[in-house]
């Protein structure tokens, strides 16, 4: 018997579709309606992936495989809810409530059809989350790609216009690479079924294999391109810090979105058989090159958008050096910093808005060159007594601190527990009596360095934005546009306190992530709904 | 017939990477379109190139000789997404030129 809660896991698609449809049909100045289904329907979203990650973390796993449209595996598209896309769910249904009330206060008056799009982009989110199947992720992927091109113009102006063109090339070339890979896939393998494809893969010929690995190359590389490795990233931090605060906020998970696919279908694809650790190498030099750049954006971006953006690709350059050791112990400990950093980076471009909004544009960049040039030091003596600070930007600044902390990696916050589990999986390696490589060496050295040049970054801007001489007006801050970046830093305050669970259910995903015959096995005796014969098979009987 | 399917795409796909790489949206948009032609006669080629041959397994079909109908839905699927995808971007592309005054991608001409 097919039970209620089965049918919760095509939820997620549908509940964001139906809303950006219906509000499509509401004028744009009914505007409280409109912004009243939006969150209602992502409420809806939050509760349903709430309960979905119960199930998930349930003793009984893979119960959750939801075949569209009733045909048998490798057939039909089916829908796949592991650990794994539970966790992504959740996290992008948190991120979006956040940015969707965030933009509440004033940004989604700042354009025609911001929720319907926003409801599109979640929509494609947590279908490309969910399918188990290669095509389907590519018109998942589409979806959420368009949503998010409408989204990146959001508010206009000819910064943002430059930069969602820059942003829409990369991406439509990105997608080609998608189809083309997707293709060889389909024309070597025959199937386009993830879980067909890995039970098929031993079976294959080796002369038909270098083009499937060529398929897979070119098919990550179009991920790679949305995660941002060097050196497909030149794109990013532009993109990112043109965007509109909550469109950036929301953005934050994009990039999570290529790293999730990549572990997906290495894990699923790679982990043994004819292919074992295909790609992992150029995994780990990627991911290294592109922490190096990133640690090298952090330290000479001048600007508060440009250093989140910048943040973006040290978390990106992280966790697929992560991949590309490919151990489950250090990956669990990632997985735990994947879900911070999305926290901590999506917080952060919504708290820089608000600190910009009591200056003028160029202020930061001047304070950087001035503090290069020495002046500016000398002032501010005379006022020896101090004037009292404003209670908002008491508040800001406080929100300011905890993401640097958390950025760095320093405790208390969950920053520090993600990075500490990475770093002594990847020591404890050597405990057990194989010694760290030279690799893994390299990798324990960045992490720290990251951690130190966002340090001093945050630093740096922080005193100039808070503690500065520089003249700034006091930002009006709404108490709506606060709450959002409150709630997600108390989150990360909450993946600390509950760390041991949080850990446990990371290091139980990863393990069966790890074990992908479990999957395949899963997927293949998928429950089919008795009673609804398709129309051929009942041609037969007499 | 291989032959002058592949010649075509290789020759599609050559023209629409150097036209991505011109400094004037018009011929960005050119090269993405011809690329992605390219690469849906590639999707249509990976079903193997048959020509008169039903993609329906009826009862007197050979399944050897019959017409792969994956890559035809996909080659579908495929031009559609590509062709909203385009449209959207040509959008952009106006509302760039009607911003900065130029059509050049950076929004300025470089100075020399």
């Known amino acids: 018997m097919i039970q209620w809660s089965h049918h919760l896991i095509i939820a997620p698609i549908l509940v964001p579709l139906l809303a950006s449809a219906l509000l499509l049909f509401l004028d744009e100045r009914q505007r409280v309606a409109k912004a009243m289904i939006s969150v209602i329907s992502t409420l809806f979203l939050v509760l349903i992936a709430f309960i979905l990650l119960k199930i998930e973390s349930g003793p009984n796993d893979f119960g959750g495989v939801y075949l569209l449209g009733n045909w048998a595996a490798p057939f039909g598209i089916v829908l796949v809810l592991d650990g794994l896309s ?49 095509f389907n992720l590519f018109v998942f992927f589409e979806v959420m790609l368009a949503a998010s091109y409408g989204l990146m113009l959001h508010g206009s102006g000819p910064l943002r216009v430059k930069a969602g063109m820059h942003y829409i090339a990369v991406n439509l070339v990105a997608a080609l690479f998608f189809l083309i890979g997707v293709s060889l896939i389909y024309g070597t393998a025959g199937t386009l079924n993830m879980a067909d ?18 398929g897979a190359g070119v098919l990550g590389v179009a991920f790679l391109i949305k995660a941002g490795m060097w050196p497909l990233c030149f794109w990013l931090p532009t993109a990112y810090s043109a965007a509109s605060a909550p469109v950036a906020g929301i953005f934050a998970i994009l990039s999570k979105l290529g790293i999730y696919v990549i572990l997906r279908l290495t894990m699923l694809l790679f982990g043994d058989g004819p292919l074992d650790g295909f790609g992992a190498n150029a995994l780990l030099l990627g991911g290294m090159v592109t922490l190096i750049y990133g640690i090298i954006g952090v330290l000479a971006s001048q600007a508060l958008g440009r250093l989140a953006g910048y943040s973006v690709l040290v978390s990106s350059g992280t966790l697929l050096m992560v991949l590309g050791i490919n151990d489950g112990v250090v990956s669990s400990g990632a997985l735990l910093y994947l879900v911070s950093s999305t926290f901590t980076i999506s917080a952060f471009f919504m708290l820089i808005e608000l600190v910009e909004r009591g200056q003028d544009a160029g202020a930061n960049v001047l304070a950087v060159t001035m503090e290069a040039y020495g002046e500016g030091d000398e002032e501010g003596i005379d006022e020896a007594e101090g004037v009292t600070m404003p209670g908002t930007m008491a508040i800001l600044g406080l929100c300011f601190a905890a993401c640097g902390i958390l950025l760095a990696g320093l405790p208390p916050l969950s920053g520090f527990i993600a990075k500490f589990a990475m770093l002594t999986a990847m020591l404890g390696a050597g405990a057990i009596g194989v010694p760290p490589t030279a690799a893994i060496w390299t990798l324990i050295v960045l992490v720290i360095l990251s951690g130190v040049a966002s340090l001093i970054a945050m630093t740096r801007v922080g005193i100039r934005t808070f503690w500065g001489s520089l003249e700034g007006t006091v930002p009006r801050v709404l108490v709506i546009e606060l709450t959002p970046v409150m709630f997600l830093l108390a989150l990360t305050l909450l993946l600390t306190v509950w760390a041991g669970p949080a850990m446990q259910y990371m290091d139980t995903t990863i393990r069966t992530l790890g074990n992908p015959a479990s999957y395949i096995e899963a997927v293949q005796k998928a429950y089919r709904v008795p009673g609804y014969q398709s129309a051929p098979t009942q041609v037969g009987d007499p | 017939m291989e032959l002058i399917l592949s010649l075509a795409i290789g020759v599609m796909t050559g023209c629409g990477v150097w036209l991505i790489l011109r400094p004037r949206t018009y011929q960005v948009i050119v090269g993405l379109s011809l690329l992605s032609y390219a690469v849906n006669l590639f999707i249509f080629g990976v079903g193997g190139v048959k020509s008169n041959m039903p993609p329906i397994l009826a009862g007197d079909v050979l399944p050897a000789t019959l017409a792969d109908p994956v890559p035809q839905a996909l080659v579908l699927t495929a031009i559609v997404i590509g062709f909203a995808t385009t449209a959207l971007f040509l959008v952009v592309l106006l509302a760039s030129r009607g911003l900065t005054g130029n059509d050049h991608v950076d929004g300025r001409e470089e100075q020399r």
């Open chain 1, 86 to 134: 539970a966790l992504m769910l959740f996290l992008a249904a948190l991120l979006g409530i956040a940015a969707l009330v965030f933009s509440l206060a004033r940004w989604h008056a700042k354009g025609a059809h911001f929720h319907s799009m926003f409801q599109l982009l979640l929509a494609g989110l947590n279908g490309a989350f969910l399918t188990g199947d290669l």
């Open chain 1, 197 to 214: 494809l890995a039970a098929r893969l031993p079976q294959i010929e080796p002369d038909r294999l270098m083009l499937l690995q060529a």
